[in-house]
């Protein structure tokens, strides 16, 4: 079993850099969106890319404030890309073809991690998809109970799916693949979470506080009065 690839960064932070070489079985894939996917018929829906972890402070806080203000204040200007990751560490055995994971939280995170990147790929509908994430990272800390709990609240999401996706190889496949994902960030990322928006990176301290805005100013298209509320 060998670790695929990381770096050393300052004080003593680890970032896992995964790449997936030959042989590493990567079938299932996060299912994200692209800007040209997303033409709406006055504008351009702003890609947002949320680098995240299940069990993060900081995490939880924009997700739950910052991204739930946008989402609720300006749901048509953007859509948004979830991925799971954070500072961990992958693993992958090439003979035995499975996937070992060290989260910055511990294994509870990587539990939480695979729960929402299956949450990602097996509900379709974006809305209840965000709330459902949102949902959990409200209280994440018993991914399980907390994946059972939100669905309770949203019946649309077929818990048993999300579940046995997470525990199983689906689950580990998707979560190597935010890894993969995560370690394309450019710059690379020295804080969770890190928010891409259209593929820019680089104002995330001040995205991490002003969302809504940030959003708003990179719309391509005619901007609704909330914008300037």
């Known amino acids: ?36 996917e997303q033409k709406e018929s006055d504008g351009i829906k702003v890609k947002v890319d949320v680098y995240y972890e299940a069990l993060c402070p900081d995490s939880r806080s924009f997700i739950v ?17 979830y991925i799971p990751y954070g500072k961990a560490f992958t693993w992958y055995d090439e003979e035995k073809k499975t996937y070992t994971f060290r989260c910055q939280h511990g294994p509870r995170e990587c539990e939480g ?15 209840i998809k965000f709330q459902y994430i949102r949902c959990m990272m409200e209280d994440n800390y018993n991914p399980t109970n907390a994946a059972k709990r939100c669905a309770r609240e949203y019946s649309e999401v077929n818990v048993d799916r999300i579940l046995k996706c997470a525990e199983g190889k689906e689950g580990d496949e998707l979560l190597a693949h935010a890894g993969q994902l995560n370690s394309k960030l450019r710059p690379k990322m020295t804080f969770v979470p890190t928010i891409e928006l259209s593929n820019d990176v680089k104002s995330n301290v001040r995205t991490l506080y002003n969302l809504k805005s940030d959003i708003c100013k990179l719309y391509q298209g005619r901007r609704p009065g909330s914008c300037f509320a």
């Open 1 to 36: 079993m060998t670790l695929l690839k990381y770096y050393q960064l300052p004080l003593q932070l680890i970032l896992c850099i995964v790449t997936l070489q030959s042989g590493v079985d990567s079938s299932s894939k996060l299912n994200l969106k692209h800007t040209l």
């Open 65 to 81: 404030r910052q991204l739930d203000q946008a989402w609720e204040e300006i749901p048509n200007l953007f859509f948004i890309n």
């Open 113 to 127: 991690n695979k729960v929402h990147c299956c949450a990602n790929n097996h509900i379709e509908d974006p809305n």
